[in-house]
């Protein structure tokens, strides 16, 4: 606990993540409106017949995909500010058990994660229900907005086993936008193994198996995370 609560108290102490929370849920907001809006504009355009209906779902969960970065980079923050700084050399020193400060880091960034992917989804589920309005198809929103968070959280909590194996800002964001985003162009066949295609379907509702292999993909993340940081210098 005293090294969630250091950890939780450096994160806190920047400016960066608190710009990178307001930022996830402006822009899963704004990217639902978007989307919404295009829906409505095929309707006016006569595109679309006037009793057409959207499930609001839709546009969220790929407004989330955008907003999701905000958190990935706000969860790459936990750990590469200060490879780049070199103040992780002080953080060991002070828990030489290395594990603790992977754990610690871990349970910051899912907290930070699943809280504000929940607001993120909420904003976005909200927004697109006003926009659509009769043209809102049915859905829970309790639980598709859980969904998403427990996606939010899963790749914060991803972000920082990756940030621990590159330890580079650059490296974390790239290997995590191909493992994210850039994995949904594999064969469907393959890809509902990966990331990107399990997390888009458990995020659509397709069932628990997508959920576990999200959470495997993120445990062998971070047990070669673990490996790697008891291997290595700092």
């Known amino acids: 606990m005293n090294a969630v609560t250091a950890e939780w108290g450096k994160i806190w102490s920047l400016r960066s993540p608190w710009f990178c929370a307001v930022a996830a849920v402006l822009l899963t907001a704004g990217m639902a409106a ?3 809006n295009d829906f409505l504009y095929d309707i006016d355009q006569g595109r679309l017949p006037e009793s057409e209906s959207l499930a609001v779902l839709a546009p969220l969960t ?3 995909q955008v907003g999701q970065f905000a958190l990935v980079a706000l969860a790459m923050l936990v750990v590469t ?3 780049g700084t070199g103040v992780i050399r002080s953080t060991l020193l002070a828990r030489p058990r290395r594990g603790d400060v992977l754990l610690a880091k871990t349970a910051v960034a899912a907290v930070v994660g699943f809280v504000a992917g929940l607001a993120s989804a909420a904003a976005g589920w909200a927004v697109t229900a006003l926009l659509l309005g ?3 198809g049915t859905g829970e929103p309790v639980t598709a907005c859980l969904r998403l968070a427990v996606v939010a959280m899963l790749a914060c ?5 990756v940030g621990f194996l590159v330890r580079s800002a650059a490296g974390t964001l790239t290997t995590m936008f191909v493992l994210l985003v850039g994995l949904l162009l594999v064969d469907a066949r393959i890809g509902r193994y990966l990331p990107a295609g399990a997390a888009d379907a458990f995020a659509a509702g397709d069932g628990v198996r997508n959920l576990g292999i999200l959470v495997a993909w993120t445990g062998a993340a971070q047990l070669a995370a673990w490996l790697l940081l008891a291997r290595r210098d700092a």
Not at 157 to 161: G, H, I, W
């Open 81 to 83: 500010s200060e490879y």
């Open 134 to 136: 009769d043209h809102a």
């Open 62 to 64: 790929q407004a989330t």
């Open 157 to 161: 909590m991803f972000t920082v086993a």
């Open 34 to 36: 978007t989307l919404a």
